[in-house]
Every structure is written in C-alpha cells, then in structure tokens.
C-alpha cells in the first residue's frame, strides 16, 4: 500500500449525509482513481485524474463527486444521491501517460470501508 | 471493447502444490496485462506485468505468468504454493478505448480466491 493513504479506515454515516474519502499520495504520480469494491463484482471505476485540475467520470460516477487541485490529492465525496453507497472504496495512483517512459500499474492504497444505515 | 474474464470464483490447491489462476483477455491492438493480490480488508498490490517481450514474466512472492497471444491468455502461476497465498487475485487490462489519448485505466476481472490447505 506504500505511498498512498486514505482516510479514515472505517467510516459510518446516516443516510442523506454527504461524506468525504481522503486519498493522498507521495509517489509524484500524475494520474489518480476512485474504485468502489463490492462482493463478487470486482473493482469499478467511479472517477479518474490524470493530470492537476482534470478529471473524467468512470463507469459509476453517478452520486459521486471529485476534486484534484493539488496533485498530491485526490478527495472522494459520496453524496446524498448515491443510492447504495455502503462499499469498500479504494483510491490509486499511475505514473500517467504523460511520461515518455509510462509505468501504467496502477498502486492502491488500503482502502476505506463506507457503512450507510 | 476490451474485457478481461477471470473464469474461475475459486481455486483451492494444497501447500507445496503448483497453483494456477487463469485469466483470459478480449482488446484491440497489443494487450498490457497485469496481476494484483488483495489480503482481506487492504487494497491491491501489484504483482506483475506483461507489456512486451519474453512471454513468461516474473514477478513477486515467486509468483510468475505466462502471456499466450494465441490463446489470449495470461495465467498467474506458482511452482509451489503457500498457505499466506491465500487471497483474492485480480487479472487487469490496459483500456485501449482511448490509444493514443490520454488515459491509463485498467478493466479489472472479477478475482479469482485462492485457497490454499495446509
């Protein structure tokens, strides 16, 4: 998980609430993720970064907002109109195309677990 | 449109035994494939990856894979495995959607859980 940390571990929140994932990371990483993980569905991606002050939206990001003014950063909000939000939610980075060498695994870091009753 | 297919929920073996996860890709021009382990309750760590080259790729924790364009395969493989193995393995492809663009995601399959008996 070295070099990415995401914050809290657990997070528990009553529904209608808007709550916000931390993601940050030290690797001087262009590009960053937001993946949510569900029991028997793999990981799917809800919004992308790849560079300061852009961002595109995933496969799921309907509920979901993002925001990337430093690069280092790369904050989740799950928002009221997330239907089912309850999941284990897990931000990455990638070195990013930019890079005349790219490295393009993509590192994790440990996740948080988001409960909504 | 690219895909990638783990066809396997589970796969037990014994400790000391080879182990092998398959995974089966589906992308348009030349496939990046990769390999992650997740340990219950962490995020992925990388394990290996194929971009180009020598078609058996070496990786961590002894852990190895094999790229086969014929098949379109890229099987995760182990000579003998450990009882700390156990886990959930994610194969991973490059989205090609955008080549040449600007964009590094990856299609993950659904995991395969390794089991390993003591």
């Known amino acids: 998980d070295g070099g990415i940390t995401q914050s809290p571990k657990y997070l528990f929140r009553k529904e209608g609430q808007n709550v916000t994932l931390s993601c940050e990371q030290n690797l001087n990483h262009d590009a960053m993720y937001w993946y949510r993980q569900d029991p028997g569905q793999g990981l799917r991606l809800i919004y992308y970064?790849?560079?300061?002050?852009?961002?595109q939206k995933g496969d799921i990001a309907e509920g979901y907002s993002v925001s990337r003014e430093k690069k280092e950063s790369f904050p989740l909000t799950v928002t009221s109109a997330q239907k089912n939000p309850t999941a284990f939610y897990l931000c990455?980075?990638?070195?990013?195309?930019?890079?005349?060498?790219?490295?393009?695994?993509?590192?994790f870091g440990p996740g948080t677990r988001l409960t909504v009753t | 449109a690219q895909s990638v297919a783990q066809p396997e929920d589970q796969v037990n073996v014994a400790e000391g035994n080879p182990l092998t996860v398959k995974c089966t890709y589906s992308v348009s021009g030349n496939p990046y494939l990769f390999w992650y382990v997740q340990y219950p309750n962490r995020g992925l760590q990388f394990l290996l990856k194929?971009?180009?080259?020598?078609?058996l790729v070496k990786g961590s924790y002894g852990f190895e894979a094999e790229f086969n364009k014929s098949q379109t395969s890229f099987h995760l493989k182990k000579p003998s495995a450990l009882v700390s193995d156990s886990a959930l393995y994610f194969c991973?492809?490059?989205?090609?959607?955008?080549?040449?663009?600007?964009?590094?995601?990856?299609?993950f399959g659904t995991g395969t859980l390794l089991a390993v008996q003591p």
């Open positions: 194929y971009i180009t080259g020598d078609n």
């Open positions: 991973a492809v490059r989205d090609m959607k955008d080549y040449g663009g600007a964009t590094n995601k990856l299609i």
């Open positions: 970064s790849q560079i300061v002050n852009d961002f």
């Open positions: 990455a980075s990638s070195m990013g195309y930019s890079r005349r060498k790219s490295s393009y695994e993509q590192y």
